[in-house]
T-cell receptor, first 113, second 113 residues
Framework: KQEVTQIPAALSVPEGENLVLNCSFT??????LQWFRQDPGKGLTSLLL?????REQTSGRLNASLDKSSGRSTLYIAASQPGDSATYLC????????????FGEGTQLTVNP | KAGVTQTPRYLIKTRGQQVTLSCSPI?????VSWYQQTPGQGLQFLFE???????NKGNFPGRFSGRQFSNSRSEMNVSTLELGDSALYLC????????????FGPGTRLTVL
């Protein structure tokens, strides 16, 4: 059974700081890993998708890496801003599960002005 | 390009009633998945439909059911509502491949009294 863990559960940083969010998964037989952002009471916004054959993806101030063999991914946020405050979720798709995503519990990020 | 839409956005029901939620995927997307999000359990997979067929199913009781129409729109039905069914219900769509980015709707907030 695939399990996804995110550390830390919550993080509070001053504006401008670079930060790293961690995601680990137990079953390395995955198709891809996706990072999402969720604002309170809202749906999920896709940030980055990393295919199992890739090592990293970048979008603006965001960089996500994937180490499939060790079951780990990191989301790096550069020069954080108060608008980055949200819950960040990682999710994996297993090789045998169609489009089914297995989610971590999320990291609640607060960026203080 | 319009995003994933869900209706209604908010619902209040009483125990024992039934409810139907609707999800319209992004144009051209053939896969629709449903998730339940609660503070205690996080995001849990309900089921996925692809080309009008259920392709995957999570571990929810038979009171939760769904269907997909020929235009890829999907509905989810919950019968005999329980207090524990109160949650944010999210749907996601993608083109259908396991390597595709998934896009989420804004969700339907269901409150069961």
């Amino acid at each position: 059974k695939q399990e996804v863990t995110q550390i830390p559960a919550a993080l509070s940083v001053p504006e401008g700081e670079n930060l790293v969010l961690n995601c680990s998964f137990t079953d390395s037989a995955i198709y891809n890993l996706q990072w999402f952002r969720q604002d309170p009471g809202k749906g999920l916004t896709s940030l980055l998708l990393i295919q199992s054959s890739q090592r990293e993806q970048t979008s603006g101030r965001l960089n996500a890496s994937l180490d499939k063999s060790s079951g780990r991914s990191t989301l790096y946020i550069a020069a954080s801003q108060p608008g980055d405050s949200a819950t960040y979720l990682c999710a994996v798709i297993r090789e045998t599960s169609g489009s089914r995503l297995t989610f971590g519990e999320g990291t609640q990020l607060t960026v203080n002005p | 390009k319009a995003g994933v839409t869900q209706t209604p956005r908010y619902l209040i029901k009483t125990r024992g009633q039934q409810v139907t939620l609707s999800c319209s995927p992004i144009s051209g997307h053939r896969s629709v998945s449903w998730y339940q999000q609660t503070p205690g359990q996080g995001l849990q997979f309900l089921f996925e439909y692809f080309s009008e067929t259920q392709r995957n199913k999570g571990n929810f009781p038979g009171r939760f059911s769904g269907r997909q129409f020929s235009n890829s729109r999907s509905e989810m039905n919950v019968s005999t509502l329980e207090l524990g069914d109160s949650a944010l219900y999210l749907c996601a769509s993608n083109r259908g491949g396991s390597t595709d980015t998934q896009y989420f709707g804004p969700g339907t907030r269901l409150t069961v009294l």
